[in-house]
């Protein structure tokens, strides 16, 4: 009884569907040209090179893995000696690393077009720390002169830097004893006082930095002369560390200190995905823009302070923020969205002529159903007319035999409730043609009685 009811709806589903079908089928058929022809849906996984155990660059990319993860991104950090092995994995055309913490001055913009390298902005300012054992303090890098300077391992950049430190004030690499531990190492190295100075950047959250700063006999060695240094070398900024923003009631540090600062930038492959590259943008500006110890309230990320090409999809971010879409949907449907606009308008341009052939078509196949049976019906007039009298008694019967196999079959017709009138139409001219037959046949019988 059920299934009955179901049959007589106001629409019927099979008829719906055949006439949607070849619609959706050409649909489909745009759509998979569509994602085929535009660009690939982003990868899963990206590879960063981070930088040495426990160093700033390590800890932010544990930051970025998290932020990425919210949206199944997972960021694989290989741990580095720093910005200039970096550097030279993203460039490496059969390395597997797509992005990287780069400081700035590592390369020259000519250089980085030609290695296919892009900047998508400064991070934070990286300081670079000098401290130093000594019973007076010194306010001349020429005072290093005969000293153990631990540089940091090669790979870091830290080295290349000091050098150019050295050459603006007379002097060169072989006027110090270099060394060349790992910033933990080199750390012990000092304080063991084993090595005179110790030179590395990193951001202001370090735990080394945050603890030489209060170990007593150790000085942090101030750069009076910042801001000839930023003249000479425009890739780094003069950055002043406050007095006593370490420990204000023990006014640690006891006076302000002045540090020539490079700035942290986060550097990919121009193969990187452009939807990554938005995405990592956001994670960047959700882990950078606050205030710390040098720098203000949303001054990083920034597309400043950088010798690398900015990427188009950065430059837009820092002009216009997130996309649009990505601000109220999923990572994912945003991307799909933005990557399928091609498809989406074309699909908009055919909905307006599919739209007026659909209706006519659902109609034409319901009708149909019972338009075929009116040439049956004709048939059997034509079968009756014109027959010779003696035919008329056989050829009325098999024809009324002919008629009650058409209603049978035409009763077993389910079709919709709103086009219900066509088919008791075709009932009531089926009876009419039967009562001609049957008027026919009596006529044929009385003929033979008499």
Not at 207 to 212: F, G, I, R, T
Not at 246 to 255: L, R, S
Not at 261 to 282: D, R, S
């Amino acid at each position: 009884m059920k299934m009955q009811k179901i049959k007589f709806t106001l629409f019927n589903i099979r008829d719906l569907l055949l006439a949607f079908g070849p619609v959706t089928l050409m649909v489909v058929i745009v759509c998979g040209v569509g994602y085929w022809l535009v660009d690939p849906a982003p990868p899963r996984v990206i590879d960063i090179s981070s930088g040495q155990e426990n160093g700033s660059y390590e800890r932010f990319a544990k930051r970025y893995a998290q932020e990425l993860q919210k949206n199944q991104i997972t960021l694989r950090q290989q741990i580095s000696q720093g910005s200039e092995e970096n550097l030279n994995r993203i460039s490496d055309p059969d390395s597997e690393i797509e992005v990287g913490f780069v400081r700035s001055g590592s390369t020259d913009e000519a250089q980085a077009h030609e290695r296919g390298l892009i900047s998508l902005g400064s991070l934070f300012y990286e300081p670079i720390w000098v401290f130093y054992r000594s019973p007076k303090e010194l306010t001349t890098i020429s005072q290093f002169k005969g000293k153990t300077v631990n540089v940091g391992p090669d790979g870091n950049g830290v080295a290349k830097l000091f050098s150019q430190i050295l050459s603006v004030n007379s002097m060169s690499e072989e006027d110090v004893t270099i060394q060349k531990l790992a910033d933990t190492p080199g750390t012990v190295a000092l304080l063991e006082n084993k090595v005179d100075v110790l030179i590395f950047s990193s951001a202001s959250d370090s735990p080394l930095v945050q603890m030489l700063l209060q170990t007593p006999g150790i000085r942090l060695f101030d750069f009076v002369q910042a801001e000839a240094y930023t003249r000479r070398f425009p890739f780094l900024s003069h950055v002043v560390l406050p007095r006593g923003i370490v420990d204000i009631g023990k006014d640690i540090p006891a006076h302000d200190y002045h540090l020539i600062a490079p700035t942290a930038t986060l550097v990919a492959h121009e193969c990187l995905h452009p939807a990554l590259m938005g995405l990592l943008l956001q994670a960047a500006h959700r882990i950078h823009s606050g205030a710390d110890w040098f720098s203000r309230q949303g001054e990083f990320p920034s597309d400043k302070y950088t010798e690398i090409p900015v990427a188009h999809e950065a430059e837009k971010f820092y002009k216009n923020g997130p996309p649009v879409l990505q601000r109220y949907l999923s990572f994912w449907i945003a991307n799909f969205i933005e990557r399928m606009w091609v498809v989406i308008v074309a699909l908009g341009a055919l909905f307006l002529p599919l739209s007026k052939i659909i209706p006519p078509l659902y109609v034409w196949r319901i009708r149909s159903r019972i338009y075929r049976w009116y040439g049956q019906l004709r048939m059997v007039e034509q079968a009756i007319e014109d027959v010779a009298v003696g035919d008329r008694q056989s050829v009325a019967q098999d024809q009324l035999r002919n008629l009650d196999e058409i209603e049978e079959k035409v009763n077993r017709i389910t079709i919709p409730l709103s086009y219900a009138e066509e088919l008791y139409g075709l009932r009531s001219h089926i009876h009419f043609v039967r009562s001609r037959v049957q008027t026919m046949l009596s006529a044929a019988v009385e003929q033979a009685a008499s």
